[in-house]
């Protein structure tokens, strides 16, 4: 019940904000705290992980009808995305505190929470796919209403990108289904026992369908211009979600689907999926370093961070599988923190391109520590969480293949290119005329509580990564080759 | 005593619509007509009549006539639901409209009992006739009254005289008006015939020219009533062909519906008049139909095995219901009068979008859980190629399904549409069909319900 209470609890706030007259007037505090409970309701089921005597959270699965059974379980895994996801809500919610906003903005964050919850619990592949979908409604809301200049074409250009990815998807599943069918007889949706066969032209078929599907998700290079543009017309609070929260999914389906059920044709396939994860990193990278809008940067620099994600995962060595996972987490918090400072420079000014801006530090100090904290995490400095991830994504990787892993340290190296120079630009350079840029206020404390919230872990996992590890670490254990 | 009671019982449903139009028939009798009490007795007859079919078990032939089985029972179920809107909330002034209402619906109760071909065409027609007088009796706001009316009538009648060739191929082959067939090539010409006449009905290409100028030209919560009990019919009647013919036009039945689910989405992308465009999607859904029921018959036409449809029809009841009373509730005609409708009318547009995303069939609406599961049974019978036109056909008409979307929410603009006063009725369908579209999604194990009803 309290797996199901997860993703319905936030669904059911989001409905009261927007159709009880009475909670729509409050439509914010009403969305905190929904979101703040939901945050403490995964926070309290994890207990058993943290200790290490939990290995899996399960209810006992409900069948229905066609083989499709309301079953939803959480480990390691599931546990610390759901609490990425809680956190960063409660943090996107608190993002936008001060803007004037109708009920429509708040009740769709807790929709779209309650949807991802639904994701990272489904065991059944039906379900899995109905959350999958039900998680671009209210993004598409979000962008499309309370977004800047550009946000229809950007809102339609989202939904029809995923939506045709999806529909992909759904052809894996329905391969995978009917595969079972054909050699058991049973008809069945479970994630846990669906497997592809081993060898021939539906297998290539079906693992590319999930390729694609997911990979609209992560997004993965041919497939990836919706994000650059989603990402720069959303508001703040929905770029941290859709980088922090939602660019998870896709990573999470090759960890949970893609690569259990192909245990034999995931290893054929893993080179090539390495190559791409690489090409993700260079060119994520290249195109970074084009970019003069913040906004644009940080999204490309989400391509490249993602790389590493699924380079680690295609290595399926533990350490490239722990470090892919850790570097989900990581990236959660970094470009969370990144697009939420982007967010108070254009609330401030309205303006969000490099050269809009210079010599922030003097004007706002603390902006400058944080930003600056946040940019050598994102680098991959040592003590900082991003290294940790990059770290072992990348051994893990050399592991298998050297050239693949070589091509990922230069992606590393060219994140300090763009990340370094940017930082330098906007909060060091040369003080612009008031024309230009006008004055920024320094942060006040709900936006410094909100990024040292988002900070401390950054150190946290950077200097102690041992327990997320050991919590996710079974989950991934059987994944490994 | 009570088993002979079971046994009428197919009658009983018929006499007690019948019972429905002679009280209403009586009503009009009066100088002054009570059309709240109209009202009353057509909901009335239409509760009894249900009582009846569910009260009867679910058992083979009755008569040489009559037969009941669970399909009967389920697309009763349909034909009265679909039906419930318009006779909750449709405005008249006197008593006619509910006659010929309940009329076609104790054509469609007769055509769901049917155990013979004879019987098979003769409540087609009844369901038929008072449909085509609805149509001229109550236009949409300026369009001449029997225009369409008129054209309903000649498609009609042109099924019907395809029916009337089936039926005397069929008997010069049998030497009977019994369904089943014996496979000669006479017989499956005849069945094919009858399809025909069918496939008009449900407005499947290339016999649809008739379907946007009718649904169109009535009143919106008309066209709800034309595009969900009416087409059921047909849905019904092709099925019913389907399961005793013996090969023959079945194997068509998936290249039809996914060329009529194309041509749809691709005829929907030039319109501007909304209700026109909701035509075109309910043809759409058509094709949707036609599909599930060509896969249904080659699955071996089992009555468990009709829950796709069954769901199908039944939740598009409900889309397309609404999304007809919508534009009967804010008159809005064309796409700019939808803008800005977030702002002005949150409810309503929320109400709206719900419709058009369920419409669309996107996740995790019940659109798209009624869609996916016909589109499972059509890949269980291995229909590769029509589920490949019919998934490109919804990425298609996904396009002008979020166009509604995007004009209310995204454009800027002030919607001008006034809710005239006096429609709560109206507004209670619209806000229960976007409920239902909206809820039903998220829980699949509805569908146990829907399979018992089946049996």
């Known amino acids: 019940m309290i797996l199901t209470l997860f993703w319905a609890f936030p669904i059911i706030g989001a409905l009261f904000t927007l159709f009880a007259p009475a909670f729509n007037a409050r439509a914010r505090w009403i969305s905190l705290i929904c979101a703040v409970m939901e945050l403490y309701l995964v926070l309290q089921a994890g207990t058993g992980f943290w200790s290490g005597h939990l290995a899996s959270l399960s209810e006992p699965g409900k069948f229905l009808t066609y083989g499709i059974s309301y079953s939803f379980s959480m480990d390691g895994l599931s546990w610390a995305l759901c609490l990425l996801n809680a956190f960063l809500t409660v943090i996107a919610l608190l993002s936008s505190w001060k803007q004037d906003l109708s009920a429509g903005f708040w009740a769709s964050f807790l929709f779209l929470e309650g949807a991802v919850m639904g994701v990272f619990l489904a065991q059944d592949l039906f379900f899995f796919y109905i959350f999958w979908e039900a998680m671009l409604i209210p993004m598409f809301f979000i962008i499309g209403l309370w ?90 609070a929905g770029s941290i979600i859709l980088a922090g929260v939602l660019l998870k999914v896709g990573v999470y389906g090759f960890l949970r689907v893609l690569l259990p059920a192909f245990p034999d044709w995931g290893m054929k396939a893993l080179p090539w999926l390495g190559g791409l994860a690489a090409i993700n990193v260079i060119y994520g990278a290249l195109s970074a370093m084009a970019q003069m809008d913040l906004k644009r940067l940080i999204a490309y620099s989400s391509i490249a961070h993602l790389g590493f994600c699924v380079l680690g995962i295609a290595s399926r060595t533990a350490q490239g599988l722990a470090g892919g996972s850790l570097q989900l987490i990581n990236h959660g918090l970094t470009t969370g923190a990144l697009f939420l400072m982007v967010g108070f420079l254009y609330e401030r000014t309205h303006k969000r391109g490099l050269a809009d801006f210079g010599d922030l530090v003097s004007q706002a100090p603390l902006l400058t520590f944080f930003f600056g904290v946040t940019v050598f995490a994102s680098i991959g400095l040592p003590g900082l969480n991003g290294f940790v991830g990059e770290f072992m994504s990348l051994s893990g990787m050399a592991k298998v293949s050297l050239p693949i892993a070589v091509v990922g340290v230069f992606g590393v190296t060219i994140a300090a290119f763009y990340l370094l120079p940017a930082f330098q630009a906007v909060f060091l350079g040369e003080r612009k005329p008031a024309s230009v840029s006008p004055k920024v206020f320094d942060l006040d404390l709900r936006e410094q509580a909100l990024l040292w919230l988002l900070i401390i872990p950054m150190f946290v996992i950077g200097l102690h990564p041992g327990p997320l590890l050991n919590i996710v670490g079974p989950a991934i254990g059987k994944l490994i080759l | 005593m009570t088993a002979l009671l079971l046994r009428i019982a197919p009658l009983g449903s018929g006499i007690s619509l019948f019972g429905g139009v002679l009280g209403v028939a009586c009503v009009g009798l009066f100088k002054k007509i009570n059309v709240g009490l109209v009202r009353v007795l057509g909901l009335l007859s239409l509760a009894l009549a249900a009582v009846f079919v569910f009260a009867h078990p679910a058992t083979g032939s009755i008569s040489t006539l009559l037969q009941a089985d669970a399909i009967t029972k389920a697309w009763c179920a349909v034909f009265y639901v679909g039906a419930l809107p318009f006779l909750i909330a449709g405005t008249w002034e006197d008593e006619v409209a509910v006659l010929l209402l309940l009329g ?83 017989d499956q010409v005849a069945f094919s015939l009858m399809a025909i006449a069918a496939l008009f009905k449900i407005g499947a290409v290339p016999w649809h020219f008739w379907l946007p100028d009718v649904y169109e030209a009535s009143e919106p919560m008309l066209s709800g009533f034309l595009s969900t009990s009416v087409k059921a019919a047909g849905v019904f009647l092709l099925m019913r062909l389907g399961q005793y013919s013996q090969g023959s ?104 979008a719900a419709l058009a995303l369920s419409l669309a069939g996107i996740p995790p609406t019940a659109g798209f859980l009624a869609k996916f599961l016909i589109f499972w049974q059509a890949f269980k019978a291995g229909l590769y190629v029509p589920l490949i036109a ?54 699949p194990w509805i569908l146990s319900a829907f399979q018992r009803v089946l049996g």
Not at chain 2, 147 to 163: D, H, V
Not at chain 2, 256 to 279: E, P
Not at chain 2, 398 to 410: D, K, N, P, T
């Open chain 2, 104 to 186: 076609s619906l104790l054509g469609m109760t007769f055509l769901a009992f049917s155990a013979n071909l004879l019987m098979l065409f003769i409540s087609l027609e009844l369901l038929s006739l008072p449909v085509y007088l609805l149509v001229a009796l109550t236009p949409a706001k300026g369009k001449p009254s029997w225009e369409a009316a008129i054209k309903y009538f000649f498609a009609g009648s042109l099924s019907a005289a395809f029916f009337l060739l089936g039926l005397a191929c069929h008997y010069s082959a049998t030497g009977g008006f019994l369904f089943a067939g014996n496979g000669s090539f006479l």
């Open chain 2, 390 to 443: 019919a998934s490109f056909a919804t990425l298609a008409a996904l396009v002008y399904y979020l166009r509604i979307v995007r004009e209310m929410y995204l454009e800027e603009g002030v919607s001008t549409s006034k809710i005239a006063a006096g429609t709560g009725a109206v507004s209670l369908i619209v806000s229960l069909s976007a409920a239902y579209s909206a809820i039903v999604g998220f829980l």
């Open chain 2, 249 to 352: 036009f079945i194997s068509l039945l998936p290249a039809i519906g996914a060329l009529t689910m194309l041509v749809a989405a691709f005829a929907a992308l030039n319109q501007t008049r909304l209700q026109r465009l909701l035509a075109y999607s309910s043809l759409g859904h058509a094709g949707v139909l036609v599909l599930g029921v060509g896969a249904w018959l080659l699955l071996g036409a089992n009555e468990k095995n009709a829950l796709p449809i069954f769901f199908y029809l039944f939740s598009y009841v409900f889309m397309s219901n609404g999304a007809f009373f919508f534009l009967e509730l804010t008159g809005v005609s064309e796409w700019k009068d939808l803008r800005g409708l977030g702002k002005t009318r949150p409810v309503l547009a929320f109400c709206f």
């Open chain 1, 147 to 236: 977004g800047s200049e550009n946000r229809k074409h950007a809102a339609i250009k989202f939904f029809l990108f995923t939506f045709f990815g999806s529909l992909f998807l759904l052809l894996g599943i329905l391969a995978l289904v009917v595969f079972h069918h054909q050699t058991t007889g049973v008809w069945s949706w479970d994630m846990n026992i669906l497997r592809a066969p081993n060898h021939g032209l539906y297998a290539i078929l079906a693992f590319a369908a999930f390729v694609v599907g997911f990979g609209v998700k992560i997004p993965l290079v041919p497939i990836h211009t919706w994000l650059p543009d989603a990402h720069t017309e959303a508001p703040a």
